[in-house]
């Protein structure tokens, strides 16, 4: 009998750790399955916080103990957005598949950095369906980030090397004594901010497009700086539209930054990190018209996907240049033609990244199982329940929609005096009871109750008990605010 070594992690007791893994499987799907039992989200006591900060050598568990902690201190105090209830910021839901797919490709640990292996063909797949989803050419090239923010950072780093030429990566972006200028809209998401930054153009170097009142980007205004900044002897060379704003989930008019993109030789990049996937919905998939022109596109399956955290994805329609702008050969990283180290370029060619877990799998179960068609039902849903939302806050005198509904984003305030601070406390007070969980933006200085509806789970009863709830809690508050302060 061959020998194991005594160092190994493995269990000693294969048949018992495989009836602990049963019961820790049976938990996770009590959990899910009995979602709308438990309460959106509640406060973590302090003596459970206290408890995640023992020493290293503080206490051995073995794994049934470990879990139980789990179960007792962890679970119960997620932020709890596979809950139905759950509207706040822009958070995917999960589905009880993409789990599985999840304990699957740890099982199987491949790092996905490169080499010739099933998962990249399985990561590759997903390209191809992406490609097929966005009408791009079989030559483009595609890659699983962590999420949209580094996918816009890749955005702008291709489009560096597309304007100044690969020498960029050697001579950095001085080198050339040339001023490069992006662009986005002001309702853009912070992640392009700090793409420029990180990039090192700087913030200052992004122009911030004040939007119209239907919060798309103002393609005249648009058009007036990149002509200033001509004149100026500074070079545009990035324009990120938004297909899904954060704040109210509005699209830019893609064909018009796409025109002016051509004419004037600038990258044209699209932030569609959870709209972009509307391309899976037939009856909303017109209005994201002119995303087919876009020279990158940067999105999530975590988000309308539906698929477990982390899933980013980038989509670049020039796969040659997206290769050049990141591929570094290295003695170590060499390439054959047969063998393991086949299968030429590897994803670590396409982004900064060497070593990379398996988000294809998780991605590939989703759309494989439940089906494109599905999925974008799925999406569809999410956007008839903004608009029964929305009718619910315009048959409320009470309450007052702030922006207009052009999906799954819905704003809305409570009246009343000091309205940004009552507001704000409706939204606490909401997530601390546990029925529904909005979060907040602020449109036009006047702070909005904001509903994101993703999950695939919420009904048109969770958006109900979301409206009165927030009556209610409205006017508790409003009840305790000393009127007409000064
Ligand atoms: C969520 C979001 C991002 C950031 O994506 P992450 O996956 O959280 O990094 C960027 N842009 C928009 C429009 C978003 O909604």
């Known amino acids: 009998m061959l020998e194991t070594s005594k160092n190994t992690l493995d269990p000693s007791d294969w048949n018992a750790f495989r009836l602990q893994g049963h019961r820790m499987l049976d938990d996770m799907m009590d959990y899910l399955e009995h979602q709308r039992d438990q309460p959106v989200w509640?406060?973590?006591?302090?003596?459970?916080?206290?408890?995640?900060?023992?020493?290293?050598?503080?206490?051995?568990?073995?794994?049934e103990s470990a879990?139980?902690?789990?179960?007792?201190?962890?679970?119960?105090?997620?932020?709890?957005?596979?809950?139905?209830?759950?509207m706040g910021w822009v958070h995917g839901g999960g589905t009880p598949i993409g789990?599985?797919?999840?304990?699957?490709?740890?099982?199987?640990?491949?790092?996905?950095?490169?080499?010739?292996?099933?998962?990249?063909?399985?990561?590759?797949?997903?390209?191809?369906w992406t490609r097929e989803l966005f009408k791009f050419p079989e030559t483009a090239s595609g890659l699983f980030v962590t999420g949209t923010s580094m996918a816009n950072l890749i955005g702008v780093l291709i489009a560096r090397t597309a304007l100044l030429g690969v020498g960029v990566r050697h001579e950095g972006i001085t080198a050339g004594n040339r001023q490069l200028i992006a662009y986005t809209s002001a309702n853009a998401h912070v992640s392009i901010v700090q793409a420029m930054d990180i990039a090192g153009f700087g913030s200052n170097a992004l122009?911030?497009?004040?939007?119209?009142?239907?919060?798309?980007?103002?393609?005249?205004?648009?058009?007036?700086?990149?002509?200033?900044?001509?004149?100026?002897?500074?070079?545009?060379?990035?324009?990120?539209?938004?297909?899904?704003?954060?704040?109210?989930?509005?699209?830019?008019?893609l064909h018009s930054i796409a025109e002016l993109c051509e004419r004037e030789n600038i990258w044209f990049h699209v932030d569609g990190a959870y709209g972009a996937l509307a391309m899976l919905a037939p009856d909303i998939a017109p209005r994201l018209q002119g995303i087919e022109r876009a020279d990158s596109i940067a999105f999530d399956f975590h988000k309308w996907g539906q698929v477990p955290y982390d899933a980013g994805f980038i989509l670049v329609r020039d796969g040659e240049l997206h290769q050049s702008a990141f591929a570094s050969p290295a003695d170590y990283l060499k390439r054959e033609s047969r063998g393991m180290a086949a299968g030429s370029?590897?994803?670590?060619?396409?982004?900064?990244?060497?070593s990379r877990g398996f988000r294809a799998l998780k991605t590939w179960f989703t759309l494989?199982?439940?089906?494109?068609?599905?999925?974008?039902?799925?999406?569809?849903?999410?956007?008839?329940?903004?608009?029964?939302?929305?009718?619910?806050?315009?048959?409320?005198?009470?309450?007052?929609?702030?922006?207009p509904v052009a999906l799954n984003i819905v704003c809305f305030r409570y009246r009343s005096a000091d309205a940004n601070r009552i507001n704000a406390d409706i939204v606490i007070a909401l997530q601390e009871s546990g029925i529904a969980a909005p979060s907040t933006t602020t449109l036009n200085g006047?702070?909005?109750?904001?509903?994101?509806?993703?999950?695939?789970?919420?009904?048109?009863n969770d958006i109900d008990a979301l409206i009165n709830a927030a009556l209610e809690l409205g006017k508790i508050a409003s009840k305790n605010t000393p009127q007409a302060q000064p």
Request: some cysteine; glycine content about 8%; charged content about 20%.
């Open 446 to 460: 006047q702070l909005a109750i904001r509903a994101a509806i993703v999950n695939h789970r919420t009904t048109a």
């Open 368 to 403: 494989k199982v439940y089906g494109a068609e599905k999925l974008g039902q799925v999406i569809s849903n999410t956007c008839t329940l903004a608009q029964h939302m929305k009718r619910r806050i315009e048959a409320e005198p009470l309450l007052e929609l702030l922006a």
């Open 345 to 354: 370029p590897w994803p670590c060619d396409f982004g900064p990244d060497l």
């Open 207 to 253: 122009r911030t497009i004040p939007v119209d009142e239907r919060y798309q980007m103002d393609i005249a205004a648009l058009e007036l700086a990149v002509a200033e900044d001509r004149k100026a002897g500074m070079t545009p060379f990035f324009i990120a539209g938004t297909v899904g704003t954060v704040g109210v989930g509005a699209i830019d008019n």
């Open 99 to 128: 789990m599985l797919a999840e304990m699957l490709a740890a099982g199987l640990n491949a790092n996905l950095g490169g080499r010739d292996q099933a998962p990249i063909e399985i990561e590759r797949q997903v390209v191809q």
């Open 42 to 63: 509640q406060p973590m006591p302090e003596e459970v916080r206290l408890s995640f900060r023992q020493a290293l050598d503080d206490g051995q568990h073995d794994l």
């Open 67 to 86: 879990h139980q902690l789990f179960m007792k201190d962890v679970l119960p105090y997620a932020l709890g957005n596979v809950h139905p209830g759950f």
